[in-house]
């Protein structure tokens, strides 16, 4: 089993529509969480991190869920620069394989 | 902003041949990592470094040895490349060896070997 999994996607959604994306992983015992970003041949750059309670940035929430060992990614409103892959990364240094979104008008 | 650098965008080598990736970071950084990125894998970790002249393995290290002689630099050796090298090379820094913080990218090396 992969340290961290995610749904490869495509997600294609239209302009407007909320999308989520999740992301387990398998070490009980992980204490940090993040979202990442990347753009088409371009490096990661991070979205958010993800903290117990939760967080949000404006159309983006992120969540934890300990009991059943994933995070999430929702995203509200969606606009055609959403398109990229988002990342989770586990303890800074494991990521997963990424969650390809589409947006389209 | 923080700046990480690497020397190369696209790269081309022979097999055999002993390749050189350069990574330089701007903001006194602790840590450095070298990844590389390959369709459907995702990032895998291939060494990492908390200090100068201190590394650690990463998931895949086989193939690669890395070099830190200054806090500010960390390369990536492949003492013989082979096709299956080919890939994506990303380089990143963070400030402390805290889990919580976050990873600086570089642009990326894509590595060819034919």
């Known amino acids: 089993r992969k340290e961290v999994e995610q749904d490869p996607g495509p997600f294609n959604v239209p302009e407007g529509a909320t999308v989520a994306f999740n992301c387990t992983y398998s070490n009980s015992a992980s204490q940090s969480f993040f979202w990442y970003r990347q753009d088409c041949r371009k490096e990661p750059k991070l979205l958010m991190s993800v903290y117990s309670s939760g967080n949000e940035d404006g159309r983006f929430t992120a969540q934890l869920n300990r009991a059943s060992q994933y995070i999430s990614l929702l995203i509200r409103d969606s606009k055609l620069s959403d398109s990229a892959t988002y990342l989770c990364a586990v303890d800074k240094l494991v990521f997963g394989a990424g969650t390809i979104l589409r947006v389209k008008s | 902003d923080v700046k990480v650098t690497q020397s190369s965008r696209y790269l081309v080598k022979r097999t055999g041949e002993k390749v050189f990736l350069e990574c330089v970071q701007d903001?006194?950084?602790?840590?450095m990592f070298w990844y590389r990125q390959d369709p459907g894998l995702g990032l895998r970790l291939i060494y990492f470094?908390?200090?100068?002249?201190?590394?650690e393995k990463g998931d895949i290290p086989e193939g690669y040895s890395v070099s830190r002689e200054k806090k500010e630099r960390f390369s990536l050796i492949l003492e013989s490349a082979s096709t299956n090298q080919t890939s994506m090379y990303l380089c990143?820094?963070?400030?402390?060896?805290?889990?919580?913080?976050?990873?600086?990218f570089g642009s990326g090396t894509q590595l060819s070997v034919l």
């Open positions: 470094s908390y200090d100068v002249k201190m590394k």
């Open positions: 990143a820094s963070s400030f402390s060896r805290g889990f919580s913080e976050k990873l600086f």
């Open positions: 903001m006194d950084h602790e840590n």
